[in-house]
C-alpha cells in the first residue's frame, strides 16, 4: 500500500499528524504513557491552568450518561507558579507537540498567563478555554458573549507570541457568530466544542448527582452536535479547526476531517480505549488508502463539496 | 454543598514516576465467572488469566471494560475499577469479585468463559505491609473482597492476622466467602445486623472491644505502651462512614490504619481528576489526591471524611 502523509499544518504548526487529546482528560502528560507513547500523538494539550491554585469541586464529579460522561471537576489545577516551576520543564522535554490550555476569570487572568508563557517555553501554542461550564464564570461568559470572546483574545494575542487557539463554548446560540468574534480577535485556530451543559438527578436520594449540580456532558453523545458545529463554523469562517467532542473510532475522526476539521483531538474517548489514538491514526491510514488519498490532508472539509 | 475549607492550596503537585510499574492495557480471558455463593446475593467471581498478575498487589485495581462482546457499544461508556481479591502469580490469574448493581455490572455479568476482557491495570497503589507483628482487617458488606488479597501475602511473610468482618446477615457472610476466609486460619470477628451469625451490631463495636482488651480502658500514650501498638497495623474496606469510625478507634489508640476509599472514576490513570479525595497533610493544608492513582489506599489519619470536601 502507498504510504500516507499525516504532517498537519495548523496554526503555525507542523504536527506530525492530526491526533491529539484534549484538555482535561489527558492530565499534564504523563498520565497515559504506559498506554500510548507520546511520540505517536500529533500533540496534547495540557489540563487548564488559571492564576492560582484550585482545588475545584466536591465529589461526586463524574456522572454517566447514555454513552456520554457528565464532569463537573472545577478546574482544579496547581496553578501558574507551580506549573512554570513543576510541570513546565518536563513538559518541554515531551516528544510531542504540547499546547497549554489556560482558563481564567478575568481579562487579566488571561493576560498574566499569557504573559507567562511564550514560545522559549517549549510550548507550540496556547489554547484558551474561554468556555468552561462548571465554575462560575469559569471563563463561560466569555465564550457565550461575542464581544467579551473577541476582546479577551486579542488581549491575549497582543501578550503572547505563541499561537492562540479559541476553545469554544457550544452553548451558545449561534457558534458560527462567536467563532467569528475568536477570529476578529486574532485566534489562529479554533477547537471546537467544550462539553455541553447538562445535570443528572439520582432518583433514590431524590437530589443532583453531581455535587456541583450542573455538569459538562463529553463523549459520543455529544459528536452529532460537535460534527454539526465544525460543519457550520468551517462554512463560515477561515480559521484551521480542532474538532473534538466524542471521538472514539476511527470513523468518528473521518467524519469530522470531513465536516471541515484540520486536526481532531480525543477526549473521554481515551478513557474508553487508551489506545484509541494509536487505533485512529491506523484507521486513518486505511481509509485513506481506500479512498485514494495520499494524504490526510485531503479529506479535509471534503463533505462539503459533494 | 460548600467545603468549609474553600481556600485555594498551593500543594506540589508532585509527578509520579511510572517507569516500570507494570501498568497496562491487555486483554484477560476468562476462565471463572460464577456466582458467588447464593445467586440472590447477586455476587460473582471473575478469574481472569492475563500478564497482570505478575506485577499487582494487594489493594490495587483494575479497569475493566464492560461491553457485551457481540456488540460494540459505547453504553456504558466508562471502564468498571474492580479491587484485585486474589493474585495468583502461579496460574497468571487475577480474582475480582463483584456485586451487580447497576446495567455496567449486569452487562459484565455476561461474560462467558473463553472471552477475553480488556482491562487496564494494575492500577492505584496498594496497601503497605508492616514489617512485623499483627494486620488486623475489618471489613464491611463486600469491603471484604480487596481484603483477601492483602491477607494472603501477610500470611505468606509470616505475619499474624485477624479479621473483623460485619455484614447484613448470615446468608450474606456465606455467600460472600466466609468459608474461604476461614480455610485461611486466622481469627475471625463476625458480626450482622440481624444477629443470625456472629455478634448483633456493627462491626466498629467488635472492632472497639478488641481495641479495649489489648490496650485497656485508658488512652495510652507512654512509650513502653507505643511500642506495643506499633505491632498492630489496621487496613479497613468498605462504606464510608464505617471507615471514618475505624479510622477515629484506631487513632484513640495510636494504630496506625490504612483505607481503601471508593470514588467514581473516569479515566482510571489520574488524568481526569474524577476521583478525587480530600486530605489533610502535616501542615494542616487541604489537598486533592487522586483516588485511582495516589489511592485508593490513603492512611486513614489523613483523610478529611467531610462529605462536602
Known sequence: MSPVDFTTMLAGMTLRNPVLTCSGTYGFGEEYVNYCPLE????????????????????????????????????????????????????????????????????????????????????????????????????????????????????????????????????????????????????????????????RIDIDQQRPLLANTFGGLSGPAIRPVAVRMVWQVADAVDLPIIGMGGITT???????????????SIGTGNFVNPQAPLDILEGLKSYCQKHGRSTVRDLVGLAHKA | MNCPYNACIRETHELRI??????????????????????????????????????????????????????????????????????????????????????????????????????????????????????????????????????????????????????ENQSFLVSAGLKAWQALGLPIHLSTLDGSLGDIGLVTEQLQGRLLQTFGQTKLTDQAHQLSLNQIMVATCGPKRMMQAVTELCMNFAVPVQVSMEERMGCAVGACLGCVCTLINKEGTLIHKKVCQDGPVFRGEEVVWDESC
Open chain 1, 250 to 264: 476511527w470513523q468518528d475522526a473521518v467524519e469530522f476531517l470531513l465536516a471541515g476539521a484540520t486536526a481532531i
Open chain 2, 18 to 167: 511510572r517507569e516500570g510499574d507494570g501498568e497496562m492495557l491487555t486483554e484477560g480471558l476468562v476462565v471463572v465467572h460464577e456466582y458467588l455463593g447464593e445467586a440472590e446475593q447477586r455476587l460473582r467471581r471473575l478469574v481472569l488469566r492475563g500478564p497482570i498478575a505478575k506485577t499487582a498487589k494487594a489493594g490495587q485495581f483494575v479497569a475493566v471494560q464492560v461491553q457485551d462482546s457481540s456488540i460494540s457499544s459505547f453504553d456504558p461508556l466508562l471502564r468498571r475499577p474492580i479491587s484485585l481479591a486474589e493474585i495468583s502469580l502461579d496460574e497468571d490469574e487475577i480474582t475480582l469479585l463483584y456485586r451487580i448493581q447497576g446495567r455496567g455490572t449486569e452487562i459484565l455479568a455476561r461474560a462467558r468463559c473463553g472471552e477475553r476482557l480488556s482491562i487496564m491495570g494494575p492500577l492505584g497503589q496498594g496497601f503497605s505491609m508492616p514489617e512485623a507483628g499483627e494486620l488486623w482487617l475489618v471489613a464491611g458488606g463486600i469491603g471484604i473482597f480487596p481484603l483477601y488479597a492483602l491477607a494472603q501475602s501477610a500470611l505468606a511473610q509470616g505475619l499474624t492476622v485477624r479479621l473483623f468482618w460485619g455484614g
Open chain 1, 40 to 199: 505517536a500523538l500529533g500533540g496534547i494539550t495540557l489540563k487548564g491552568i488559571t492564576p492560582l491554585p484550585r482545588l475545584g469541586n466536591s465529589v461526586p464529579r463524574l456522572a454517566e450518561t447514555p454513552s456520554g460522561l457528565l464532569n463537573a471537576v472545577g478546574l482544579e489545577n496547581p496553578g501558574l507558579e507551580e506549573f512554570l516551576r513543576s510541570y513546565l520543564p518536563k513538559v518541554r522535554k515531551m516528544p510531542t507537540e504540547v499546547i497549554a490550555n489556560i482558563s481564567g476569570f478575568s481579562l487579566e487572568d488571561y493576560v498574566q498567563m499569557a504573559n507567562a508563557l511564550q514560545s522559549d517555553s517549549g510550548l507550540a501554542a496556547l489554547e484558551v478555554n474561554i468556555s468552561c461550564p462548571n465554575v462560575k464564570h469559569g471563563g463561560m461568559h466569555f465564550g457565550t458573549d461575542p464581544c467579551s470572546a473577541e476582546e479577551v483574545i486579542a488581549a491575549v494575542k497582543a501578550t503572547t507570541d505563541l499561537p492562540i487557539i479559541a476553545k469554544l463554548s457550544p452553548n451558545v446560540t449561534d457558534i458560527v457568530g462567536m467563532a467569528r468574534a475568536a477570529q476578529r480577535g486574532g485566534a489562529d485556530a479554533l477547537s471546537l466544542i467544550n462539553t455541553l451543559l447538562g445535570m
